[in-house]
């Protein structure tokens, strides 16, 4: 998109941080992160949600908010397996 700046990946951003930064990168975050956990569960404690929907609704917020697809499926996303060579 034209005029849309990326901000660098997570995996980057993380590698080259300092420790003392780390807290202060991840710190809102987390905070944010608790916040809807803490709906998640009350919509459970309701029956608004299946615990099961609860627990992949938990899994989802923090795969987002903490680049799992940056950290883990990168290792085996689409285009990896398409870059990879051919086995014979």
Same mark, same amino acid.
């Given at each position: ?8 990946? /997570? @995996?980057? +951003?993380?590698? *080259? ?18 916040? /809807? @956990?803490? +709906?998640?569960? *009350? ?46």
């Amino acid at each position: 998109m034209a005029g849309t700046t990326m901000s660098p990946s /997570l @995996v980057h +951003q993380y590698a *080259s941080m300092a420790p003392s930064e780390f807290g202060n990168s991840i710190e809102p975050k987390w905070q944010v992160g608790s916040q /809807l @956990v803490n +709906q998640v569960r *009350s919509a459970v404690e309701k029956k608004q949600l299946t615990p099961l929907d609860g627990a992949r609704l938990i899994s989802a917020i923090a795969a987002t908010l903490f680049g799992y697809d940056e950290f883990i499926l990168r290792e085996i996303s689409p285009e990896t397996l398409a870059a990879a060579p051919a086995r014979k």
